[in-house]
């Protein structure tokens, strides 16, 4: 993957294009809020979701979903196990799946939970700064900053650089802090974004929803670092474009949606900002 | 029932009237991405829902609804005890119940518990051409056509219509497989509605709260066939409807809840196309 | 507090902004209908919240919150046992709690979780007539009044003020009955507010997501009497205000989650109702 602004903006773009054509199915084990908003986006953008998080049926499910996302979102002992089920299939099945450690450090239950996640090997890790910074804490790895206090970060994404290039060798995988900048790191490349806007912070789930978008674009490149930067090119951008058209929370959140249905490889060359 | 179109229309138009005026309390045991969507598509068209699901809960309840919708997406055990407990309860009562076996086909888990709730006779089963392709297949009826990959159908209706004859005769209850052509049949007569637009299935769980809205109509007519019919016929002409106001599925969804709202007798008078 | 119109607007003001300035940490135990709208009313307010209710991370969480919501609606064992943990950790900790009965007389089940989460000492009980009602006769008050049909109030305002009185002094804690009119009292301080619009009784989750605010003004006051009136206000001029950006319930809902980022101070000083 070429680093430079143009290169990442026409890979994107690519990606975009392949994804809306394979139409992936993506399998989501993700918590209650989000779930309505991870399957509009998906649908939205292009992709296809099924929300299959069962224990019963998670494992089935994942030999036949292209990319997998796990949630840690309003955890409970039955979507854990859930989750550990597909986790381990989608690993030995080779199909690329992403975390999203929401509210890690947010207390032992929690923890111990993503750790158990972290044995089957996630392609790629999405949280915001807060969140990969506490997944490095309590993977054991150094790692500086005070823990979060509710689900929101704490932290800018560039306080997350050092920590998440840490994770991400530790972890032999792409790590994805997101916030006002997104940062991007397979341990080696670095990549950041500076689009989206301030009312993605305003509306429930968006992280959330972006983290099943990750997994939509996992399922169409081998490489899970440019995926990844691509997901998060494509997201940010929409962001943008929908704060053009809706400046309050609840429309905004409709333009959003609007945004991914509409959004073209031409409006990521012409928008993206790589820094 | 009259089955051309001006006798479907007026029979639609009048049930749309009595479900307003009679507003039926529907009992909702269904999905967690589709809870939020289906109280509301019932609120706008001026039922009114109950999202009562526990094993705890669900029998009682079944007794004070009029009707009653089971969902089978997400499932997992507690829910399938619920569904199961107000299934027998509605059956046992003469309540209308609507059976909406998402994802049938999907692995053992869901086909035994789609058996289990079908042994208490549903009056109406609502999904889409694969699924209703797939529930016959695993009701051990012949049935052409080959397994659905995730939630959305692979088959057209068309391909659906002998299968959902033979279902309809084996259940004694209704069948309807819906999409771009909606079919209808209770073994003995069919119908075919071809309103609705394609961006209904770009906003997730629209079929889903389709299938609280037949349940709705169910509770006013001792029919469950025309009941049926005229939900579908409201439901698509409302679909089309929206597709005038709002062309991307963040905005249609608004537009889709507003037309429910907005929808008259006159309105399905003047747009409904039966094939 | 000043129980005059000026005082109360003035009052209400002046906790919005405060809300606002302390971005309170709201932790939310509701039912999966409501969690969505609950998390988007209280971002668009600007308050913060956290949806953690497993009983496995409720009751640590508590200790971090500023304040919570325990919601019964779509009520199951394991939501129980993360209430009854929150509201203890909470009581324990002297932190605001507010008690939304959701459906309460509907069944033994949910009426002994309300028994059981009233020893847990809320600080303000938020439902509508019926269920304030209800679980006066639940807790063996004398109450008049039929019991409700579903989740909607079959009952005005005034007929619970007297009911209302009595559960205030009975559990020494705020009561909001709220409907067309809404009614607070803490046993000995009565206001009645007449704002709000009839267009939220067709949007799922408002009533749910009025108790969530209701815990983020009672982080930010001392009196969880003033808090309550205060939240009521804003909330109902907040709907007001959306009635003439939306006439049919989908957009409502959209305009409704502008308007709660759009309120302040002045509107409420310009448009609340005291009778």
Redesign the interface.
């Known amino acids: 993957m070429t680093q430079d602004r143009a290169g990442i903006a026409q890979r994107a773009g690519d990606l975009l294009d392949a994804m809306r054509s394979a139409r992936p ?1 993506v399998q989501n084990i993700t ?3 989000s ?3 991870a ?2 986006a998906l ?2 953008l292009g992709a ?7 224990a ?2 998670a494992g ?2 994942a030999a ?2 292209d990319s997998l996302v796990v949630n840690t ?6 979507f854990l196990e859930g989750g550990e089920t597909a986790a381990t299939a989608a690993h030995m099945l080779g199909r690329p799946w992403v975390l999203d450690p929401v ?1 890690v450090g ?2 032992k ?2 923890n111990d939970a993503v750790l158990r996640l972290l044995r089957h090997r996630p392609s790629v890790i999405r949280g915001n700064a807060s969140e990969i910074i506490s997944i490095a804490r309590v993977s054991g790895l150094h790692a500086d900053g005070a823990a979060p ?4 970060s704490a932290h800018s994404t560039d306080a997350a650089l050092v920590t998440a290039q840490h994770l991400a060798h530790h972890c032999f995988c792409v790590v994805a802090a997101t916030g006002a900048v997104d940062l991007v790191t397979d341990g080696r490349r670095v990549v950041r974004l500076a689009n989206g806007h301030e009312l993605m ?5 968006l992280g959330c929803a972006l983290s099943a978008v990750v997994a939509a674009f996992c399922a169409v490149s081998e490489d899970a670092f440019e995926a990844t930067v691509s997901a998060l090119a494509v997201y940010g951008v929409a962001g943008e474009m929908a704060a053009e058209l809706a400046q ?4 905004y ?6 945004m ?3 959004i073209t490889a031409a409006d990521v060359a012409a928008r993206l900002k790589v820094l």
């Open positions: 199915l918590n209650f809020v779930m309505d908003t399957a509009n649908l939205a296809s979701p099924a929300m299959v998080h069962s019963e049926e089935d499910f036949r979903a979102g309003t955890l409970s002992q039955p509210g947010g207390g239950f929690r206090r509710g689900v929101d912070t305003r509306v429930t789930a309050r929370p609840g429309s959140r409709v333009a959003f949606m609007d991914l249905d509409a």
